[in-house]
Antibody, heavy 118, light 108 residues
Framework: EVQLVESGGGLVQPGGSLRLSCAAS????????MHWVRQAPGKGLVWVSR????????TYADSVKGRFTISRDNAKNTLYLQMNSLRAEDTAVYYC???????????WGQGTLVTVSS | EIVLTQSPGTLSLSPGERATLSCRAS???????LAWYQQKPGQAPRLLIY???SRATGIPDRFSGSGSGTDFTLTISRLEPEDFAVYYC?????????FGGGTKVEIK
C-alpha cells in the first residue's frame, strides 16, 4: 500500500524557516516524480513544486520561487521542502503527492499544517 | 500562464441526480494531462480521472470525464451520498501544474 506521511509543520514567525518532510513507503520511491501542493484554510489547491525521479530537475510556482527548495533522498525514501523567508500568505496545509500517469497526482499524504504568524 | 476556470462554483443536487461539472482552460491544453480530484472535508484530495477520461484505480464507473481543447467535463451519473464533496480539475504543461478553483457539490 502506498503511504505518504508528512511532518515538520508548525507555527513560525514571518521571515522564518521550516523544513517539511514526506516519508514514502509501499512503492519504489526513486522511480516517481514527487510534488508539494498546498491549501490555505478554506481555499483551493495550489501546486507548489515538483522534483523529477532521478535527474533531480525541479520546478516551482512563481509564488515560492527563490524562497522554497524541494529535494529528495532516494536512499531514505523521503521528500523535503525547505521553506525560507516565510510570509503570512504561506499559511496552509502542505501535502506531498506522487506523480503518476499523465502527470496526475495519484497518491497524497494527509498533509501538515504550516502557520506563519507573529 | 494557463488559467483553469471551474463552473459552477456550487452545485446543489439530490442523491440519485446527475452532476455535470465544467473546467474551462484559458488556452488549449493537452487532454493527456487533464485530471480531476475529489476532496472531502478534512481529507486529502483523491485522484478520480486522468488523461481527461481514464478512471483512476478503484473509482466507480458513475464517474466519467470527457472533453478536449479548452473544455472539459466531469460527470457523476447518479450521485451517491458519499459523492458530496469539492471537485478540482488540474492541468500539467510547461513543467507546471495548475488547479482550477473547485466546484462544491452539495446536498439540495
Amino acid at each position: 500500500e502506498v503511504q505518504l506521511v508528512e511532518s515538520g509543520g508548525g507555527l513560525v514567525q514571518p521571515g522564518g524557516s521550516l523544513r517539511l518532510s514526506c516519508a514514502a513507503s509501499g512503492f519504489t520511491f526513486s522511480s516517481y516524480w514527487m510534488h508539494w501542493v498546498r491549501q490555505a484554510p478554506g481555499k483551493g489547491l495550489v501546486w507548489v513544486s515538483r522534483i523529477n525521479s532521478d535527474v533531480y530537475s525541479t520546478t516551482y510556482a512563481d509564488s515560492v520561487k527563490g524562497r522554497f527548495t524541494i529535494s529528495r533522498d532516494n536512499a531514505k525514501n523521503t521528500l523535503y521542502l525547505q521553506m525560507n523567508s516565510l510570509r503570512a500568505e504561506d499559511t496552509a496545509v502542505y501535502y506531498c503527492a506522487r506523480g503518476g500517469v499523465s502527470a496526475a497526482l495519484d497518491s497524497w499524504g494527509q498533509g501538515t499544517l504550516v502557520t506563519v504568524s507573529s | 500562464e494557463i488559467v483553469l476556470t471551474q463552473s459552477p462554483g456550487t452545485l446543489s443536487l439530490s442523491p440519485g441526480e446527475r452532476a455535470t461539472l465544467s473546467c474551462r482552460a484559458s488556452q488549449s491544453v493537452s487532454s493527456s494531462y487533464l485530471a480531476w480530484y475529489q476532496q472531502k472535508p478534512g481529507q486529502a484530495p483523491r485522484l478520480l480521472i486522468y488523461g481527461a477520461s481514464s478512471r483512476a484505480t478503484g473509482i466507480p464507473d458513475r464517474f466519467s470525464g470527457s472533453g478536449s481543447g479548452t473544455d472539459f467535463t466531469l460527470t457523476i451519473s447518479r450521485l451517491e451520498p458519499e459523492d458530496f464533496a469539492v471537485y478540482y480539475c488540474q492541468q500539467y504543461g510547461s513543467s507546471l501544474l495548475i488547479f482550477g478553483g473547485g466546484t462544491k457539490v452539495e446536498i439540495k
